[in-house]
């Protein structure tokens, strides 16, 4: 007995072509172009995500009026941020969300 099943004679082993490859290419391209679009209109639309580092205040621990926070992002580096006094309750949060406009190329101070 062999390992190998045999094929009957009368099936054929002619490979057919039907088309349906044509038809799958162009949603299979659009799932890949979807990908890096969606990343591109998320940053363009909420901002680089940017980690608090380091930041600066006046007044007592528990009740801190900050002066200047330095953040840094994966995509452009460090920012240094002024806070003023209308930036509202909470000035330097520890994720921060920088739009695209305010991106700077900065160095450590």
């Known amino acids: 007995m062999s ?15 039907d088309g349906t490859a044509r038809a799958t290419f162009w ?16 940053l363009a639309w909420f901002g680089q ?13 528990s009740a801190p009026v900050y002066d200047r926070c330095l953040y840094l992002s994966a995509f ?13 309750d909470d000035p330097c949060p520890v994720i921060d969300f920088l739009p695209i406009t305010d991106w700077t190329f900065g160095v450590l101070p």
């Open 27 to 42: 949603p299979a391209l659009v799932k890949v172009a979807a990908v890096p679009a969606i990343a591109v209109a998320l």
């Open 76 to 88: 452009s580096g460090w920012h240094d941020r002024r806070v003023t006094p209308f930036d509202g």
């Open 3 to 17: 390992l190998f099943r045999r094929v009957p004679s009368r099936a054929s082993t002619t490979p057919v072509f």
């Open 49 to 61: 995500p940017a980690l608090r580092i380091q930041y600066w205040y006046h007044g007592t621990t």
